[in-house]
């Protein structure tokens, strides 16, 4: 902690459970996680979730109660075949299911709604004495000069100006808060991938733009202010920093797990080529089972974690 965070208090208890060092905290008699549907009251958060080791997150709620039917088989948990709980059902904005030390939340399109739902789930390990959670985003991205299909474990999160930070206005005043991702559990994921999975596994930057159109220099929004050179340019430059695909969460996601001293991964498949085009062309068929390629990487890092543990 100390190397990367000089002169910072770090965020973690000596057992590895989450110190939030938000003292306004302390005052409240009753923390109500608004977008969860809980509350630190009604519910004892330590016995409901008190045994979660990995939080993961993506856009869909149906494609998180998916992920987390599909951990269920991986991890050989009872109950197969059971209906999943959505346990945020009273909030109806998102969707969280658990399925044993598994969390799977939806976080929906972008930033703010990513991580007004993040920032819930990190209070929530907080309160449930969570010990050294691992979070990741299993997600959809466009690639950038890699076959459509592929899988990118984010490296780093950069900004939609080419920075590897992700700025947010506090108070009147722009915050820029890096970027970064636990390297270890990258590598990790990555070293687990197989040339037997029928698709390429590649590390890189993933940029979190602020918008799927102009944001992620496409041609084809109803505004284009641009030429297509431009368009090339700037997708060059982003490939020529390292990024390798370009999703709508990512600048974020690693800031606010860093700064909570959490290790987190982003993995993330790509449903097209930037390079090459703009629309989202594969069929139906073809991206529901691409958007399972993320989930496969990360639940094999999962099952790889208690095989070992
Ligand atoms: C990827 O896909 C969504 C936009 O289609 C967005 O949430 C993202 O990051
Ligand atoms: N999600 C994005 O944000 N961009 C794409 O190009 C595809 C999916």
């Known amino acids: 902690w100390d190397e990367l965070h000089p002169g910072k208090p770090c965020p973690k208890n000596a057992d590895g459970t989450i110190k939030l060092l938000n003292k306004h905290l302390d005052n409240l008699d009753v923390d109500i996680l608004y977008h969860l549907g809980l509350d630190t009251k009604t519910y004892d958060l330590p016995a409901m979730f008190g045994d979660v080791k990995f939080v993961c997150m993506g856009g869909t ?110 108070l009147g005043k722009t915050r820029k808060l890096p970027a970064f991702l636990d390297q270890r559990v990258c590598q990790e994921v990555h070293s687990l991938s197989s040339d037997d999975d029928g698709f390429g596994t590649y590390i890189g930057g993933t940029m979190g733009a602020d918008d799927f159109y102009r944001g992620q220099a496409r041609l084809d929004g109803p505004f284009c202010d641009y030429s297509e050179a431009d368009k090339m340019a700037f997708l060059r430059s982003l490939t020529d920093m390292g990024v390798r695909n370009i999703e709508m969460e990512a600048s974020a996601f690693s800031a606010f797990t860093r700064e909570a001293g959490i290790r987190a991964s982003i993995v993330c498949v790509t449903f097209l080529n930037r390079l090459q085009g703009d629309q989202v062309t594969p069929s139906k068929t073809t991206l529901t089972e691409w958007q399972r390629r993320p989930m496969l990487v990360v639940g094999r890092y999962i099952a790889h974690y208690f095989k070992k543990n």
């Open 61 to 170: 709620k149906v494609r998180m109660r998916e992920f987390a039917e599909y951990m269920r088989e991986v991890l050989d948990l009872p109950n197969k075949g059971a209906k999943l709980v959505n346990l945020t059902k009273h909030s109806q904005r998102y969707a969280m299911y658990k399925v044993g030390p598994v969390l799977s939340l939806s976080h929906g399109i972008g930033i703010p709604s990513m991580t007004t739902v993040l920032q819930e789930v990190i209070k929530l390990m907080y309160y449930a004495k969570v010990k050294d959670p691992i979070f990741f985003r299993v997600g959809t991205s466009g690639g950038l000069a890699i076959p459509a299909g592929s899988v990118v474990v984010s490296s780093f999160g950069v900004n939609g100006n080419l920075e590897k930070t992700y700025d947010i206005p506090v």
